[in-house]
């Protein structure tokens, strides 16, 4: 599983829009939305700030642990 598919798992498991995720990295639905579909890399920052927001590890995150 790639970190996309995690990413949005995660976001869709706890009945979250994409603009209440983006919030929590400063980004826009829009933005958030590019990330998730591929058309916009997911900066290390923005991927701490989501594990740390979902209580999850980055190895879990990105798909190196289940």
């Known amino acids: 599983m790639n970190y ?3 990413m949005r798992n995660l976001r869709e498991d706890r009945d979250l829009t994409q603009k209440e ?3 929590i990295i ?3 639905q829009q933005g ?3 990330i998730e579909d591929g ?3 997911l900066k290390i920052d923005d991927l701490i700030k ?3 927001f979902y209580g999850v590890s980055a190895d ?3 798909g190196l642990r289940d």
Request: with cysteine; glycine share 4%; proline share 0%.
């Open 4 to 6: 996309r598919t995690r």
């Open 60 to 62: 879990y995150f990105i």
């Open 21 to 23: 995720v983006g919030k």
């Open 26 to 28: 400063n980004k826009s």
């Open 39 to 41: 058309r916009a890399e």
């Open 50 to 52: 989501l594990c740390r």
């Open 32 to 34: 958030y939305s590019h």
